[in-house]
Every structure is written in structure tokens, then in C-alpha cells.
T-cell receptor, first 114, second 115 residues
Framework: DADVTQTPRNRITKTGKRIMLECSQT?????MYWYRQDPGLGLRLIYY???????NKGEISDGYSVSRQAQAKFSLSLESAIPNQTALYFC?????????????FGPGTRLTVL | DQQVKQNSPSLSVQEGRISILNCDYT??????FLWYKKYPAEGPTFLIS?????DKNEDGRFTVFLNKSAKHLSLHIVPSQPGDSAVYFC??????????????FGTGTRLTIIP
């Protein structure tokens, strides 16, 4: 079984709709992250959480919100989706405190906003 | 402002030959560098890393070279195998990236190994 799972894997929605992307992990890591990938731009950080009570904005948080329901669950919401939020979204986890700690990524959610 | 650049969007290499993927960075505060590999419909997976105190790190067929003065790193894969066909992301981290939230990714290079 995958250590980091994301649901849904693909989603098509319309402008103005609210949508939630979910991430679950069985790695026991405290740190979780949401990234988006756009063609020609690499991965950019949206939000991150160091534990259940800690939520922080990343580089591109406008238009997004998150919820850390438990150590294992971290959800990303688009309150009112717009077409330029069409992208590939990745959840990731990390075990600890060092910059050298590897991040473990989920398989991604491909979101299309029409 | 792209602080980590992978100027080759794609690269094709014959099986058995050496693959060289390049990455340039502009921020002199970057202290640690990583390569991630991504297959279609999967998330990136960690491949190899290097600290700025080193100029080379080797792991099996994969070697990363760091040239701090040129702000350049490269990933060498020898010999290249069909399973190496993937997108490779370079990533850079400053020294104070204790929460791993300051990781900056490059745009990726799609490597295709030709049998």
C-alpha cells in the first residue's frame, strides 16, 4: 500500500465551485505539505503543517485553504475555483527537522477548472 | 524569478550511454541540493543529494557533481537504462530550511532512454 495517498486522482470542476483535495499518510510523519506543479514552473509550495496545530502559508497560498484533521490527514481546499488553478497538486510528508530530510510525495491530483 | 533552472526541458540518450542532466541556481544561500525523479502518474521520489561541503556524491549508477563557484550541479547516470526514463527535478535548500518549507524546485528535465 502507498505511504502517501491522495484523493481524488483526477477532478474536473467549474469556475466558482468549492473543491477539496485530500491527503492521507501512513508514514507517521508530523510534517505535511501541499505543492502545485505547472508546466514550466516546477513545484511550488502552497501550504505546510508541522503538526496538527500548526498551519503555515507557502509561496502561493492565495485562493487556497487547508485543514490538518489529524497527524495523518491534510486537506487542501479551493474555496472558489478559477481556471488558473488548473494544475497537478502534490501532497508530501517529511520526517523531521533537517533540511536534508527527504520529502515523500503522493501520486498527485490532476485538477481542471473550466 | 526562477532561482533554480533546468534549461533543458528534455533529453534523449541511448541505452548504455551516460545521461547528464544539468541544473543552475542563482541564490548563493542554497546549501543543500537534491534530485527527485518522477514517473508519469506518480509523485516525485528522492534520488540523490549533495551538501555544499562536497563537490561529488555517488550512489550506484547515479553521481551528482556540484560546482559552487559556477552555481551549477549535474546528475550523471551511467549506464543509462530504460527504467531511467522519467522527469528529473533539481531542488535546492538554504541552510536555515529546518522545516523543509524553503525547498526550491527546478522546472524539470524529461529524460528518455532509447533502447
Amino acid at each position: 500500500d502507498a505511504d502517501v495517498t491522495q484523493t481524488p486522482r483526477n477532478r474536473i470542476t467549474k469556475t466558482g465551485k468549492r473543491i477539496m483535495l485530500e491527503c492521507s499518510q501512513t508514514k507517521g510523519h508530523d510534517r505535511m505539505y501541499w505543492y502545485r506543479q505547472d508546466p514550466g514552473l516546477g513545484l511550488r509550495l502552497i501550504y505546510y503543517s508541522f503538526d496538527v496545530k500548526d498551519i503555515n502559508k507557502g509561496e502561493i497560498s492565495d485562493g487556497y485553504s487547508v485543514s490538518r484533521q489529524a497527524q495523518a490527514k491534510f486537506s487542501l481546499s479551493l474555496e472558489s475555483a478559477i481556471p488558473n488553478q488548473t494544475a497537478l497538486y502534490f501532497c508530501a510528508t517529511s520526517p523531521g527537522l533537517a533540511a536534508s530530510d527527504t520529502q515523500y510525495f503522493g501520486p498527485g491530483t490532476r485538477l481542471t477548472v473550466l | 524569478d526562477q532561482q533554480v533552472k533546468q534549461n533543458s526541458p528534455s533529453l534523449s540518450v541511448q541505452e548504455g550511454r551516460i545521461s547528464i542532466l544539468n541544473c543552475d541556481y542563482t541564490n548563493s544561500m542554497f546549501d543543500y541540493f537534491l534530485w527527485y525523479k518522477k514517473y508519469p502518474a506518480e509523485g516525485p521520489t528522492f534520488l540523490i543529494s549533495i551538501s555544499s561541503i562536497k563537490d561529488k556524491n555517488e550512489d550506484g549508477r547515479f553521481t551528482v557533481f556540484l560546482n559552487k563557484s559556477a552555481k551549477h550541479l549535474s546528475l550523471h547516470i551511467v549506464p543509462s537504462q530504460p527504467g531511467d526514463s522519467a522527469v528529473y527535478f533539481c531542488a535546492a535548500s538554504p541552510k536555515d530550511n529546518f522545516g523543509n518549507e524553503k525547498l526550491t524546485f527546478g522546472t524539470g528535465t524529461r529524460l528518455t532512454i532509447i533502447p
